[in-house]
């Protein structure tokens, strides 16, 4: 049973446009959520992260929105660039025993249309 | 700048090989990772290390084995390499409360 989930596996978005890329979680002792972004045959680039202390982080052109109590969050990418086609992964971490563990959404395969 | 580096891109392996993948930090992070990426399925842990010698089981650790000897090195061991076994595989790094760094990944083919 996926433990983050991302329904959308793809979006298309003209340039200059407002991409938004969703995530939803179960567990509730998730505190840490995290976007990345990866290109074709690269790792992935860490983008943004977000505390459960907060709702909303931002950083330039990125802004990720949580809410706690619907267990949501989303990436909002303002304005949309034709280099910002990508797979984005959400992530959420939480602690156990061993030390921060981290589980990934299956991703969002963003394309941005010039 | 953080950098994590994976031994090879790309590795081509037969049935029933050995397959050693290796990953080297050089930030002094405790925690070490392997995952494996597929497509519609994201990111699948199979090992992760927390600290020297120390391993714990991730998700999907059936046919793979690990050994972090050094802290900045951890590798990721295919015993005996099945075709369902070709995959992306990603390591990662982190220190505690903090984000993940990855190496490019390793894009194994098992024929």
């Known amino acids: 049973d996926q433990q983050v989930k991302q329904n959308s596996p793809s979006l298309s978005v003209q340039e200059g446009r407002i991409s938004i890329l969703n995530c939803d979680y179960t567990?509730?002792?998730?505190?840490?959520f995290l976007w990345y972004k990866k290109y074709p045959a690269e790792g992935p680039t860490f983008l943004i992260s977000i505390s459960s202390i907060k709702d909303k982080n931002e950083d330039g052109r990125f802004t990720v929105f949580l809410n706690k109590s619907a267990k949501h969050l989303s990436l909002h990418i303002v304005p949309s660039l034709p280099g910002d086609s990508a797979v984005y992964f959400c992530a959420a971490s939480a602690w156990d025993n061993y030390g921060q563990n981290f589980v990934f959404g299956p991703g969002t395969r963003l394309s941005v249309l010039p | 700048d953080v950098k994590v580096t994976q031994s090879s891109r790309y590795l081509v392996k037969r049935t029933g090989e050995k397959v050693f993948l290796e990953c080297v930090q050089d930030?002094?992070?405790?925690?070490m990772f392997w995952y494996r990426q597929d497509p519609g399925l994201g990111l699948r842990l199979i090992y992760f290390?927390?600290?020297?010698?120390?391993?714990e089981k991730g998700d999907i650790p059936e046919g793979y084995s690990v050994s972090r000897e050094k802290k900045e090195r951890f590798s990721l061991i295919l015993e005996s390499a099945s075709t369902n076994q070709t995959s992306m595989y990603l390591c990662?790094?982190?220190?505690?409360?903090?984000?993940?760094?990855f190496g490019p990944g390793t894009r194994l083919t098992v024929t």
């Open positions: 990662a790094s982190t220190i505690m409360g903090k984000e993940q760094y």
């Open positions: 567990n509730s002792m998730f505190d840490y």
């Open positions: 930030m002094d992070h405790e925690n």
């Open positions: 290390s927390y600290d020297v010698k120390m391993k």
